[in-house]
């Protein structure tokens, strides 16, 4: 597949980093089913970038795009209760997470959110920056040993490593295992590239509610990750697991409201498994982008050791309050979100038949929300292909259209994960690029491409060298 590659020019707001060249509909569709690589980016025409409300492709279940902001925070706050989730993503992600909080829906949905919310609130920043710092200096120490050995190594599987023990720690209150950690990210490339909701395929030619088996070795995968999961959560089960606080304590102490009863085993990995993953694999495809970028930019990362000089000194350590005060991160991880979303796509089904703007929509419709496409919309971003994170600097952001910049959806559904990630983000690019610099090894054989989120086609490899004081 062809990718458009812009070089670095004259400074960091004329650099536009990869992205797959669009083509028109009918040879789009071709690529993706030609290709048979489960990338939906390749399924994406010219046209989705310009349209407000239309077709996307041709199928035989009929597939809406929706890139009007009102539309689409419509679809995604659902107030009808005719948008769930889609049945390709549920079924997808069944064998992985079960029916939980993040695929259920209706009475379901509700009464596990009811019993998760507790859980939540153990997730504010500052009761979880310690860990963040803790999976921060086990990262500098091994980047220290590349360093040292001048060793190349894969960004993916770094960011892995770094989000999934920042996780861990949060959530089970123990870092993961190397080991652990290098089974969680094989298995979760495997799902991710194999699962049956990204054959395209299937996408084209199946009826809504089909009935998609996975394969084996899909299974496989899903297996590996939740055995994973359930030994962290048999540290909780045990006799010591009363000596817990954290939010898988918080989960198993969850009660239902009416009935008094707690999640099962099986419900708690489920539970458990959507904040681990949600808080791993979307970390980890952010900062793997981020990291990238940044690689890319030598004059952006002086200016945000600058700023982190100004605000931490050269070697004193970055405390919480300082996160909060280093605006030039900030604005690099927002923009690099619009850029590269870790959600490609948000789809819905429609359940009933209704009109979406002035789009008549059947039963059985996917309808797309793709922030991918809607970040990167003509009508509503500026050179919307181009690294710029000075778009987001107030006398500029005033200017930006509301509801076109959704990292992290919209409505009852949004990620109550945001401001962890934000800060989470913002502390690893400060501590790390303050001490080191990333080489990427082939910028140019670097792509992006899209199946439950957005990564790299291939692991991005790099050698790590000293910052130049």
Request: positive net charge; charged residues 20%; glycine residues 6%.
């Amino acid at each position: 597949m062809q990718i458009a590659v812009d070089p670095p020019l004259a400074g960091p707001a004329a650099y536009a980093p990869p992205r797959p060249v669009a083509r028109a509909a009918v040879l789009a569709l071709l690529r993706a089913a030609l290709r048979g690589d489960g990338d939906l980016l390749s399924l994406l025409p010219a046209s989705a970038y310009r349209t407000d409300i239309g077709p996307l492709g041709y199928s035989r279940r009929s597939i809406l795009l929706v890139n009007q902001p009102d539309q689409v925070r419509r679809v995604l706050s659902d107030p009808e209760g005719i948008f769930p989730k889609s049945d390709l993503m549920v079924a997808a992600l069944a064998p992985l997470i079960g029916d939980s909080i993040f695929v259920s829906s209706g009475e379901t949905w509700r009464r596990q959110r009811r019993m998760i919310d507790p859980a939540f609130t153990l997730m504010r920043v500052n009761r979880a920056f310690p860990a963040m710092q803790e999976g921060a200096a086990a990262c500098e120490r091994t980047l220290d040993a590349h360093v040292r050995d001048g060793t190349a190594f894969s960004l993916d599987l770094a960011m892995s490593h770094l989000t999934a023990d920042i996780i861990c720690r949060t959530v089970f209150s123990t870092g993961l295992q190397t080991g652990a950690a290098r089974e969680v990210f094989d298995a979760f490339t495997i799902f991710e590239r194999s699962v049956a909701q990204v054959e395209i395929r299937r996408l084209i030619m199946d009826r809504a509610w089909t009935s998609v088996p996975q394969r084996g070795f899909v299974l496989a995968a899903c297996q590996t990750i939740r055995r994973l999961l359930g030994d962290l959560l048999d540290t909780h089960l045990g006799p010591g697991g009363a000596g817990f606080d954290d939010i898988a304590a918080s989960v198993i102490a969850a009660r239902d409201d009416f009935t008094r009863t707690a999640f099962s085993r099986e419900e708690l990995i489920d539970q458990l498994g959507v904040l681990f993953l949600a808080g791993h694999e979307t970390s980890a495809s952010a900062l793997t982008w981020a990291f990238f970028l940044l690689a890319m930019q030598p004059p952006l990362v002086a200016r945000l050791r600058a700023e982190i000089h100004a605000v931490a000194g050269a070697a004193d350590p970055i405390d919480f309050e300082m996160t909060r005060h280093l605006p030039t991160i900030r604005n690099i991880f927002r923009e690099t979100l619009r850029l590269y979303p870790p959600i490609t796509f948000l789809p819905r089904v429609a359940t009933a038949p209704t009109m979406i703007g002035h789009r008549r929509v059947r039963r059985g419709a996917l309808v797309m929300v793709a922030p991918w496409v809607l970040h990167r919309h003509a009508a509503y971003w500026r050179d919307p292909h181009v690294f710029d994170p000075d778009r987001f600097l107030p006398e500029r952001e005033a200017a930006l259209t509301p509801g076109a910049y959704i990292p992290y959806g919209l409505g009852p559904r949004v990620c109550a994960g945001a401001a962890f990630a934000q800060t989470e983000a913002v502390l690893l690019i400060a501590r790390l690029f303050r001490r080191f610099d990333l080489h990427v090894l082939d910028p140019a054989g670097v792509r992006p491409a899209a199946r439950l989120t957005t990564r790299p086609n291939e692991q991005i490899m790099v050698r790590a060298t000293y910052a130049r004081p």
